[in-house]
């Protein structure tokens, strides 16, 4: 043990919930005794936060456990968290013999007990439960982030789709009580955070355990009020249960950022239908057009999976006219990789790595050419961000707009210096590339002007305020 006292190190692979969960994580070990250290060479315990999604998961989770006895040696404490914690179970304890925990995300609350009986002597420990709603409510989370804060109302999924290992790593569906989400952005709001980021599975999926029964588009609206809240964003969708509602929430609510993440995973409504997705390419449109007619101009982003088993090249081409249609602001896009447990793991008719590769490099060849026209549009134009970053190289200032935007941007040699981290400006766009806008900030003085110009980005509706 280290002068400083137990001392734990804590990597985090994956998606924006895990991310949030090692904050649960690292508060709960803080108040127990723990002191997070940056170099796992210090640290008596060296703990592993996994994602399962994507290919060799497992493998590379092995890989990196192997490699940390190697380097760091003996008499440290290890342990696997996350969903490749649920999936593998006890079995990392025959793979990996020096790990000596492993936990779900279901079982964070019971990581002092957990601890306790590692200290207290026992070899190793498992919290394997998934039917729970105990992931929600931790004694203590720290923040990361000093001015944007996760907030999760909404854990599992009882979805099924043909390629998602989810179901079976998060276990079923479970929706927190509204009134202690809302408790908890107030919180958050007096602590000085003014952007609030749902997280869920399916976070459009939320069912309200209250008696107030709100709905998710009342649950926006409602944390959109809260003093001192200036963004609300929100992943992920699905399709299936986006409706109108959602969208007049985003398009009355100026909190609510117009921005949203809506999967679609292929173009094609026969491979959507071996996808088990529940909708059909035309349905998926119909809420694309929903989305487009708000007079908030919704930036879209969306998830496409190529190379799914059995995937034609017409279905292949269908998945390309779906870009060409809707025009995203983003996407993320995947090779198929068969995961445990998951019913595509079995399908016949797989597509091999050559051809899949072939297929998602034109597929982001042709996203790359939306995304640069696009952006190339709003030069000229001004956008409120909320600063969150610093490139010193560049004496650039990193900021994001509400559409979710990255804007890299100067300020004006008159400005005074300052730490201008978590505020907000507004900014004119001056350049762009396809993953980002590049600008300068306006000086206050010029801020009424700004508010009228005649811009391809709708404005944020929040009061108007520049840094200066």
């Not at 420990?125 to 409510?137: I, N, R």
Request: charged residues 25%; hydrophobic residues 35%.
């Amino acid at each position: 043990m280290s002068e400083q006292g137990k001392t734990f190190f804590l990597e985090t692979f994956g998606c924006q919930m895990n991310v949030h969960d090692s904050e649960k994580v690292a508060g709960t070990l803080v108040a127990q005794g723990y002191v997070q250290v940056d170099d796992p060479r210090a640290a008596d315990l060296v703990l592993y936060n996994t994602c399962s999604i994507r290919d060799k998961a497992e493998q590379k989770v092995f890989s990196r456990l192997g490699q940390y006895r190697k380097d760091l040696g003996e008499g440290k404490m290890f342990g696997v968290l996350g969903c490749v914690a649920q999936q593998e179970g006890e079995r990392i304890f025959e793979k990996a013999p020096h790990v000596g925990l492993v936990v779900g995300s279901a079982s964070y609350r019971r990581l002092p007990e957990l601890l306790a009986q590692l200290e207290g002597g026992s070899r190793r420990v498992a919290g394997l439960d998934t039917d729970t709603d105990e992931t929600f409510e931790t004694e203590v989370t720290r923040r990361d982030n000093p001015f944007r804060a996760y907030l999760t109302i909404i854990e599992g999924c009882d979805q099924k789709c043909a390629f998602c290992v989810v179901p079976y790593t998060r276990g079923p569906e479970r929706s927190r009580s509204s009134k202690l989400i809302l408790e908890e952005a107030r919180q958050l709001a007096s602590a000085g955070y003014t952007e609030i980021q749902i997280l869920g599975q399916i976070v459009n999926h939320y069912i309200d355990p209250d008696p107030a029964r709100l709905t998710f588009a009342e649950l926006l609206s409602a944390m959109a009020e809260i003093p001192g809240i200036r963004r609300v964003r929100f992943t992920t969708s699905h399709p299936r249960y986006f409706g109108p509602d959602i969208v007049d929430a985003i398009t009355a609510h100026p909190a609510l950022c117009n921005q949203v993440h809506l999967p679609v995973q292929s173009g094609s409504t026969r491979t959507l239908e071996r996808m088990f997705r529940g909708y059909t390419r035309e349905e998926y449109l119909e809420k694309i057009a929903m989305l487009r007619a708000s007079p908030r101009g919704i930036a879209l982003s969306t998830d496409i999976i190529v190379g799914f088993p059995g995937e034609t090249e017409a279905d292949f081409a269908e998945t390309i006219s779906l870009l060409d249609t809707v025009e995203y602001e983003s996407i993320f896009s995947f090779k198929y990789s068969p995961r445990p447990n998951t019913p595509a793991r079995d399908y016949a008719e797989a597509i091999a790595d050559v051809e899949s590769s072939r297929r998602l490099s034109l597929l982001q060849e042709r996203q790359r050419e939306i995304q640069t026209r696009k952006n190339r549009a709003l030069i000229g134009s001004v956008s409120e961000v909320l600063v969150e970053g610093r490139n010193e190289k560049l004496n650039q200032w990193i900021g994001r707009t509400t559409e979710n935007r990255v804007l890299n941007f100067t300020v004006p040699a008159a400005a005074p210096p300052r730490n201008r981290l978590g505020t907000y400006a507004w900014v004119a766009v001056t350049g762009a590339t396809p993953n980002s806008l590049v600008g300068e900030m306006l000086p206050a003085s010029d801020a009424e002007e700004a508010a009228s110009l005649a811009v391809p980005i709708k404005l944020a509706w929040s009061e108007l305020r520049v840094v200066s």
